[in-house]
């Protein structure tokens, strides 16, 4: 005898699911505990398990539709079997009129075809209007008059679809002209807000609106949906297990610049006879930066779960902006390199990151990361830590600030500073303490360089 599968109730409150996806086809043998569908409520998403063994003679529902809950949603049985007793009346409603012939084998028996988009009612709903929790929350976020909906769903409810269907005809407001489109006249005017709603000034001027949104239909389609490539997935998956995992804290401080700019300065105008290649602003805080994390060892290390990984030498991760998305490529050792070394290898590695011949090798082993966001006009930022490292520090533009010297007020270079550390592993006090030290050495680079 054919038995129903029944739409499983997840929750008190749950009145019905949304089908998302079906596993299964009429016609499948399936067998207790086999997944047939996908379904979804307001908070999460389940798989819904055969309760039977047997052929799938008949599914009552398809993707997309809201069901409520303990209503048969398919059939399971032996092949030929009568399966009429366990559809549901709604069900029916919803096949094509082919369906009102004479039965068809078991065999032949094929899902029913979706129920068509939803249109416009003609007149407004009276009476008690049955309507799903999240076609309620979705109208009631875009400000649409359920009223006008044309239910489509079961029991003549009004389901997601018939709100998303209203939305995209532009029947829909915004908070300040909601109360000024009466029922009935809000599909007159023409929605250029945001989503397509009716905003004020499509009350006061709907033709001008339309005229301009008809326009720029004709242009073409309205956006682009873009696939992420295998970069940009690596990226998010990291920052979203960084973000996830981590207990993040971002201190901004500042350094006067003044001594790096006019050392900078020499070596542009002397290089050549001192044999130095272009040295950055970026190289002297990197060569200051792996000098000085040889003071905060908390800084240059692995976090893995309750262990921390101290590292005897620095190994610089350096953020390089590419075509394909942020690589992060890593200057080794680079507490024993000189500042004309590390100025020309961080040169060589963006070089290769930007043209996609950097070996996956040199993207790996940092200890801690440096992202500099200055020649972009950034202040100050909150970099996101690399995992495992423990901490990243971001660097700023140049800013002219002020101070009080002898009295007088005189303006001076500043760089912004931004260090993210880990705060399960770093405390905000010993964070600060880096800052401090590495702006006390910048700020007498000169001296600094010399040791």
């Not at 038995?3 to 009429?26: H, N, R």
Request: hydrophobic share 45%; with cysteine.
């Amino acid at each position: 005898m054919a038995a129903g599968v029944l739409m499983p109730k997840q929750g008190i409150t749950v009145e019905s699911c949304i089908i998302s996806q079906w596993y299964k086809k009429v016609g499948d043998y399936v067998k207790v505990g086999d997944a047939l569908f996908n379904y979804e409520t307001d908070k999460a998403t389940f798989d819904c398990e055969s309760t039977e063994e047997g052929e799938i003679l008949a599914i009552f529902y398809n993707d997309g539709d809201d069901v409520p809950v303990l209503v048969n949603v398919c059939a399971i049985g032996k092949a030929g079997e009568d399966f009429s007793a366990l559809k549901p009346a709604d069900a029916a409603a919803e096949e094509a009129p082919a369906a009102e012939a004479a039965p068809a084998p078991a065999e032949e028996a094929k899902p029913a075809e979706a129920a068509p988009a939803a249109e416009v009612a003609a007149a407004p709903l009276t009476g008690e209007i049955k309507i799903s929790p999240r076609a309620k929350a979705l109208a009631d976020s875009k400000h649409i008059d359920v009223r006008l909906a044309a239910p489509s769903g079961p029991y003549g409810r009004i389901i997601e679809r018939d709100v998303r269907d209203m939305i995209d005809k532009g029947i829909g407001a915004t908070s300040a002209a909601f109360g000024a489109v009466a029922a009935g006249e809000a599909g007159s005017f023409a929605g250029t807000g945001i989503g397509g709603r009716v905003s004020v000034a499509d009350l006061t001027a709907p033709a001008a609106e339309a005229s301009i949104a008809a326009a720029a239909a004709a242009e073409g389609p309205e956006y682009e949906d873009i696939k992420f490539s295998g970069i940009r997935k690596a990226i998010s998956k990291s920052m979203m297990t960084s973000l996830t995992t981590m207990a993040q804290l971002t201190n901004h401080s500042s350094f006067d610049a003044t001594e790096i700019m006019a050392f900078r300065a020499k070596l542009k105008k002397n290089g050549e006879l001192l044999g130095m290649g272009n040295i950055t602003i970026n190289d002297i805080i990197i060569y200051a930066v792996s000098r000085t994390l040889a003071n905060h060892k908390s800084l240059n290390a692995h976090l893995n779960d309750t262990t921390l990984r101290v590292f005897r030498d620095v190994h610089i991760g350096v953020a390089v902006d590419t075509e394909r998305g942020l690589m992060v490529p890593t200057i080794k050792y680079a507490n024993r390199k000189s500042l004309q070394e590390i100025a020309a290898e961080a040169k060589a590695l963006a070089k290769q990151a930007q043209s996609g011949t950097i070996s996956p090798d040199l993207l790996t082993g940092a200890t801690f990361t440096i992202s500099n966001l200055g020649t972009l006009g950034v202040e100050h930022f909150t970099p996101v830590i690399n995992p495992p490292q423990t901490g990243i520090l971001g660097v700023g533009t140049i800013m002219t600030k002020v101070r009080e010297v002898n009295g007088e007020i005189k303006t001076y270079p500043a760089i912004g500073l931004s260090l993210t550390y880990d705060h399960r592993a770093v405390d905000g006090a010993p964070a600060a303490r880096f800052t401090k030290e590495l702006a006390a050495n910048l700020e007498n680079f000169g001296l600094f360089l010399a040791k």
